[in-house]
């Protein structure tokens, strides 16, 4: 039975309409036309559901909506149902408290972006959101990240996001994870045991961890495409972004400085202060980081902290011979 009879039903019961020609002359139709309306056997077009939610005091959308349901096949009718809730959640908010309409201003928002097949996200919702992708993921999740200190002890990501990795790998999720050390972070210890410690809790989440030194991975032109095509796409300087089950791409656009705590001296944490959800078909084939799984030579396994450390003082090295004076890296050269 079609949805609309209801509102059918309901506009007789309202006016005490006693036969199809009295709904038909109310309608402003035929006779016939009211009796496939009340039967089930014809749904309303526009025009017609204007007229119906006006004599009910309903807002035309929900008829329209319900109409558009009705035709729908089977398959596509959830979709519409979704939208009619939607609709009806907007036009019913309450004024307090502030909460709800402001949720409710945030949907539609998210519905208006989701035309261009993109949302942003700013502030505190731009590290929350990626928790609920991770929820919502099957398959796959590769990462790139060459901004990693969010996975710190106290910083943003930690400990909801790495929660909510933990939870997708118990439900059988493959997560991949490229942590990128640049030079001048090589040569701190501080940053080489924060390193450590990033590495170590996501390998005890069950994440696939991996690092490779930037100096290095730039000698790859796959790595070099994909960085300009990360900034092509508006990715902030120091890339953060993942790849969920090869369908939608997160990427953060902007970071930030905040202070934490409010007595004595506060805490300057970093966090991503503007972050962009896509999953436009082009955008996934250009920014997807798999094949940097597949560079052995420069993408290394993290195995430890003596392994890593050992990498880490022969990179140390190299980077100190090609920074010494021209004269001793021609002599290396040679």
Same mark, same amino acid.
């Given at each position: 039975?079609?949805?609309?009879?209801?509102?059918?039903?309901?506009?007789?019961?309202?006016?005490?309409?006693?036969?199809?020609?009295?709904?038909?002359?109310?309608?402003?139709? !035929?006779?016939?036309?009211?009796?496939?309306?009340?039967?089930?056997?014809?749904?309303?077009?526009?025009?017609?559901?204007?007229?119906?939610?006006?004599?009910?005091?309903?807002?035309?959308?929900?008829?329209?909506?319900?109409?558009?349901?009705?035709?729908?096949?089977?398959?596509?009718?959830?979709? *519409?149902?979704?939208?009619?809730?939607?609709?009806?959640?907007?036009?019913?908010?309450?004024?307090?408290?502030?909460?709800?309409?402001?949720?409710?201003?945030?949907?539609?928002?998210?519905?208006?972006?989701?035309?261009?097949?993109?949302?942003?996200?700013?502030?505190?919702?731009?590290?929350?959101?990626?928790?609920?992708?991770?929820?919502?993921?099957?398959?796959?999740?590769?990462?790139?990240?060459?901004?990693?200190?969010?996975?710190?002890?106290?910083?943003?990501?930690?400990?909801?996001?790495?929660?909510?990795?933990?939870?997708?790998?118990?439900?059988?999720?493959?997560?991949?994870?490229?942590?990128?050390?640049?030079?001048?972070?090589?040569?701190?210890?501080?940053?080489?045991?924060?390193?450590?410690?990033?590495?170590?809790?996501?390998?005890?989440?069950?994440?696939?961890?991996?690092?490779?030194?930037?100096?290095?991975?730039?000698?790859?032109? !796959?790595?070099?495409?994909?960085?300009?095509?990360?900034?092509?796409?508006?990715?902030?300087?120091?890339?953060?972004?993942?790849?969920?089950?090869?369908?939608?791409?997160?990427?953060?656009?902007?970071?930030?400085?905040?202070?934490?705590?409010?007595?004595?001296?506060?805490?300057?944490?970093?966090?991503?202060?503007?972050?962009?959800?896509? *999953?436009?078909?082009?955008?996934?084939?250009?920014?997807?980081?798999?094949?940097?799984?597949?560079?052995?030579?420069?993408?290394?396994?993290?195995?430890?902290?003596?392994?890593?450390?050992?990498?880490?003082?022969?990179?140390?090295?190299?980077?100190?011979?090609?920074?010494?004076?021209?004269?001793?890296?021609?002599?290396?050269?040679?």
């Amino acid at each position: 039975m079609l949805e609309i009879t209801r509102y059918i039903e309901e506009l007789k019961d309202r006016l005490h309409l006693k036969s199809d020609y009295a709904l038909a002359h109310k309608l402003g139709i !035929t006779q016939p036309e009211a009796n496939h309306l009340r039967r089930g056997l014809k749904i309303p077009k526009e025009e017609l559901c204007i007229r119906i939610a006006k004599l009910l005091g309903k807002n035309p959308v929900e008829l329209m909506l319900v109409a558009q349901k009705d035709r729908a096949p089977d398959e596509a009718k959830e979709y *519409w149902t979704l939208a009619r809730t939607a609709v009806d959640v907007m036009l019913h908010v309450p004024t307090h408290p502030r909460y709800l309409p402001r949720k409710v201003e945030a949907i539609g928002r998210e519905l208006r972006q989701m035309e261009g097949h993109s949302l942003l996200y700013e502030n505190g919702a731009a590290v929350t959101e990626p928790v609920r992708l991770m929820e919502t993921t099957e398959r796959t999740v590769d990462a790139l990240m060459e901004y990693w200190n969010f996975w710190k002890q106290g910083a943003p990501l930690y400990p909801n996001y790495l929660l909510a990795n933990q939870e997708a790998v118990r439900r059988g999720v493959t997560i991949r994870r490229l942590l990128v050390i640049s030079a001048d972070q090589a040569t701190s210890d501080q940053t080489a045991d924060d390193a450590v410690e990033v590495m170590e809790d996501q390998r005890r989440s069950g994440v696939e961890i991996f690092y490779a030194f930037r100096e290095e991975i730039l000698n790859s032109v !796959t790595y070099q495409r994909l960085v300009q095509a990360y900034k092509r796409h508006g990715s902030a300087s120091e890339i953060n972004a993942a790849m969920f089950d090869n369908e939608i791409m997160v990427m953060a656009k902007a970071y930030e400085s905040v202070p934490l705590g409010m007595t004595g001296i506060p805490k300057m944490v970093t966090r991503i202060s503007q972050l962009e959800i896509t *999953w436009k078909h082009d955008v996934i084939e250009e920014l997807n980081p798999a094949p940097l799984f597949d560079m052995t030579r420069y993408v290394r396994d993290y195995a430890g902290k003596k392994p890593f450390l050992t990498d880490l003082a022969r990179f140390r090295r190299e980077a100190h011979l090609m920074k010494g004076p021209p004269s001793r890296r021609d002599e290396c050269r040679g």
